[in-house]
């Protein structure tokens, strides 16, 4: 059973930083796209950071970048986002995503479609005090 467990969100201040986690069980960590997306109260959930194994080719939407970096440790089974400069606009619960691939020559550039995404965390709830 695939699963992904998020961690690392809580409270902080504007202008802080925060990495969460996301850990990965339940299949070879190897193929892989990894994204994280976030949902805001009252808004629709947004890809806010993605990961393709073997190019490492990342992408980010226009409101995180610079600020957000993310990154993937094949050998532990783990995803990164590195949060810094945080703003209150970034407050949304923040939820990891994965697609598998069988074989490296079947990745894809990785893309915010959720539809794609096979497997999704419980997320964790991130809040930026202004």
């Known amino acids: 059973e695939v699963q992904l467990v998020e961690s690392g969100g809580g409270l902080v201040q504007a202008g802080g930083s925060l990495r969460l986690s996301c850990a990965a069980s339940g299949f070879t960590f190897r193929h892989y796209t990894i994204g994280w997306f976030r949902q805001a109260p009252g808004k629709d959930r947004e890809g806010i950071a993605c990961?393709?194994?073997?190019?490492?080719?990342?992408s980010y939407a226009d409101s995180v970048k610079g600020r957000f970096t993310i990154s993937a440790d094949n050998a532990k089974s783990v995803a990164h986002l590195q949060m810094n400069s945080l703003k209150p606009e970034d407050t949304a619960v923040y939820y990891c995503?994965?697609?598998?691939?069988?074989?490296?020559?079947?990745?894809?550039?990785?893309?915010?479609?959720?539809?794609?995404?096979?497997?999704w965390g419980q997320g964790t709830q991130v809040t930026v005090s202004s």
């Open positions: 990961i393709s194994s073997g190019s490492d080719y990342t």
């Open positions: 995503a994965v697609i598998t691939y069988q074989y490296l020559s079947l990745v894809r550039v990785c893309m915010f479609s959720e539809d794609d995404y096979e497997y």
